[in-house]
């Protein structure tokens, strides 16, 4: 087993979907629509991965790191299993994005 493979909360949110995003919420209810406070787009795990500019600049570091595009979202689990860095940025990212929107979606739904 290797230690530095573990999931988190943050991280688990983002590779199942189930978490804090529009197309989770609305799925269960929570919110009335599943679109992105920041973009207007569809708020999913791919949107956050790709696509929002919100999140531009911690992927553009996380690029950096990786050299260069992201893994598509079916290959992203086995490009973080390369190695401990790869690993660790990729977590990295995912922890620092999901953190964020998991509390300021506490904060918007009271």
């Given at each position: 087993m290797c230690k530095h493979r573990t999931t988190s909360?943050?991280?688990?949110?983002?590779l199942t979907g189930h978490?804090?995003?529009?197309?989770?919420?609305?799925?269960?209810?929570?919110?009335?629509?599943?679109t992105c406070a920041s973009c207007g787009q569809r708020d999913d795990p791919?949107?956050?991965?790709?696509?929002?500019?919100?999140?531009?600049?911690?992927?553009?570091?996380?690029?950096k790191?990786?050299?260069?595009?992201?893994?598509?979202a079916t290959e992203i689990i086995g490009e973080?299993?390369?190695?401990?860095?790869t690993w660790k940025a990729v977590t990295t990212f995912?922890?620092?994005?999901m953190t964020k929107k998991e509390k300021e979606h506490r904060i918007t739904q009271g």
């Open positions: 909360y943050y991280v688990t949110q983002i978490g804090s995003f529009g197309s989770f919420t609305k799925r269960i209810h929570k919110t009335v629509d599943d791919a949107h956050v991965l790709y696509e929002c500019v919100r999140w531009g600049e911690k992927r553009g570091r996380l690029k790191l990786l050299g260069g595009d992201l893994p598509r973080m299993l390369k190695d401990r860095e995912m922890t620092e994005v």
